[in-house]
């Protein structure tokens, strides 16, 4: 199940009952951050309200810059560091018509692409497809030789055209090879230029391309992403000061107010005295927080409070199922989620009780916010039923376990979508917004290819991320014990297997915000990619995709450095 801990970050306790029987129990290591983040929740936001008035001022003068450029690359370049710097929020209108506009031109015939250089094909194709443009991916086909490889005489020199190549490739679909030859040519290229680096490239081109070979902006958070690109963007000679001013204005305004929202969860976390009513839980509500930051804009502050209690939640109900509840007691359990009825687990243990309430609690604030547009309703209908399907799936895993039974992947597949959670955080974040209707719900819920990749994506990784760990205790087969039963193949070979479906599921995705037969909101869509990039930065921040991922992050050492640099720590002007 997800975010389970490793044995170095953990404990495995026996809580004796009066019946002799014997329950383990992880016993997670301390929350790292205490009470430090409580300060903020009585933090007034006239800092945040002053901090406005100057944010004004550099936005019209960015404004100014987008509209008053006539050269297409220079327009795009500023679009990408609009995008990079994460301020473009504050020009969706204006950036939208500009590449509408230049779209339209290529369609047209206006500007002659055989003249440009890789980079500017590159940057182009990716800036049109984010939006949703379908340019075809046959414009990189000038760069081939005549054997139909990518000519290494022509652009094995070119290192920024390599590296814009290779982040433009990250939005292939289905069926484009030319991408996936991209991909692959443009990663032994530049990989082999920074592990053999002799001072020909300079330490910030250097920095971006480790980066970029790490995690490609497409799969990156636009927050996390943006702390860093800010101080190697100041370093360029060649930066925008307005630009590099605003954004650094910008990313401390939008910081003030995510301390105050996660001050404000940790108050609520610290009320329900989960550490002390139910110790097998984890004390994470910092990182959970955390995760909301997919949607960072100010008119998402909302959203970002509860999806931050629900991952809490989440974590709660996973470890009630994967560490602490029989057979017995977790049938109960979720017979009682199906009716949203505490008086169906009278006769379990107190801190069942405590887990199961604090997903009442959730809902309870989810109905008050969602009855200020009169859709309490039919939020609260879905929200209940798509808690239900998740927790229906952990039983199903908990029952696997208790008869040590291994699932076919595909059996595992089916149930690790609901295990994933990604319909519930879906679920929940559109009910707090204005597609909340009941056909984008049942959209959601129907799993529909979109959904089952994002779901896929975020059950593999975990699996990829804590499988080993897992094993060391009683726990249900992972993804990779079943692939390696069902195909009878080697362990490395499984990771092979798992890792290759990732990529498809990530194409399926980016086909889905493309072509978009659905007529589904971009907001939706969005929304759905965001969860993807938080999986991806949750389980791809090791080198060894094999390694013991949980003793750095169940215990804060992986996430301490970002929570630091988003949470507490302003940029300097």
Known sequence: MSLAASASALKIHYEARDDDFKRPFVKYSPNIWGNIFLQFDSDPLEVYDNTRQQDQVYKEKVRMYLSSSNNILEKLSIIDSMQQLDISYHFEDEIGEALEQIYNDLAKNR???????????????????????H????????????KGKFNNEMIGQDVQGMWSLYEAAQLNIQGEDILEEAIDFTYANLKSRIMMNNHQLSPTLATHIDQCLRQPLHRAIPRVKSRSYISLYEKDPSHNKDLLAFAKLDFNMLQKM???????????????????????TRDRVVEAYFWSLIIPEPKYSIHRRILGKLITCIATLDDTYDNYGTIQELELFTQA????????????????KVAFSVALKLCDEIELETAKNGKSTLVLQYVKQAFFNFVQGYLVEAKWCDEKYVPTYEEYKINGIATSTCALQMTILI???????????????????????????????????????????????????????????????AYKLIQNEIKGYWKDINEACLIN??????????????????????????????GNFEDKFSNGQLSKDYVVALLLDPIVS
């Open 111 to 133: 500007f002659n692409l055989k003249e440009e250089n890789l980079h500017f094909h590159s940057l182009l194709f990716r800036l049109l497809r984010q939006k949703g443009f």
């Open 135 to 146: 340019i075809l991916s046959d414009i990189f086909n000038k760069f081939k030789n005549n």
């Open 258 to 280: 995510h301390q105050n929202e996660v001050g404000s969860n940790t108050k609520w976390w610290r009320e329900l005295e989960m550490a002390r009513k139910v110790p097998y």
């Open 337 to 352: 989620m199906h009716r949203w009825d505490m008086g169906h687990i009278e006769s379990l243990p107190e801190c069942m």
């Open 431 to 493: 009910g707090l917004g204005e597609f909340a209707t009941k056909d984008i719900f049942d959209w959601i819920l129907n799993n529909p290819k979109v959904m089952k990749a994002v779901s896929l994506i975020a059950r593999l990784m975990d699996d990829l991320g804590t499988h080993k760990v897992e094993q060391e205790r009683e726990h249900v087969a992972s993804a990779v014990e079943c692939c390696m039963k069902q195909y009878d193949v080697s362990e490395e070979d």
């Open 517 to 546: 037969l659905d007529h589904i909101p971009k907001h939706v869509l969005d929304l759905i990619l965001g969860l993807a990039r938080a999986v991806e930065f949750t389980y791809s921040n090791l080198d060894d995709a094999m």
